[in-house]
């Protein structure tokens, strides 16, 4: 009887025990969503940034210096240098050398008004 008594006693405390940590349980399930979430939010923000282009006709020099290879020199001889038909006058004109232009080429654009 004692047995049983005590088994009946561990069950009950199991199922107590259970039952309160479910809401942690569930708390912590929905702040791992939610770190999901925001984890791909940023990598398409990234995503969206990285592929997004550049307009050489435009951009202010501050853009222009965070490209590779781009310094305030090749900056400012960009934009002396507009207006552009096409991103391939930066080596036409001179004013990047090829090796430099070969960097940024796929991430620069140059519209036209």
């Known amino acids: 009887m004692l047995r049983r008594f005590i088994m009946i006693a561990l069950t009950v405390l199991a199922l107590t025990v259970g039952a309160s940590a479910q809401p942690a349980a569930a708390k912590a399930a929905g702040k791992a969503a939610a770190d999901v979430k925001t984890a791909r939010a940023k990598a398409t923000e990234a995503k969206a940034a990285a592929t997004s282009l550049i307009d050489i006709n435009s951009a202010k020099a501050e853009e222009l210096d965070a490209l590779p ?35 940024i080429s796929a991430k620069v654009i140059a519209k036209q008004k």
Do not use: E
Request: zero cysteines; charged letters at 25%.
């Open 69 to 103: 290879g781009i310094g305030k020199a090749y900056s400012q001889k960009i934009i002396a240098g507009r207006p552009y038909a096409n991103k391939t006058q930066l080596v036409s004109k001179g004013v990047l050398p090829q090796k430099v232009y070969d960097k």
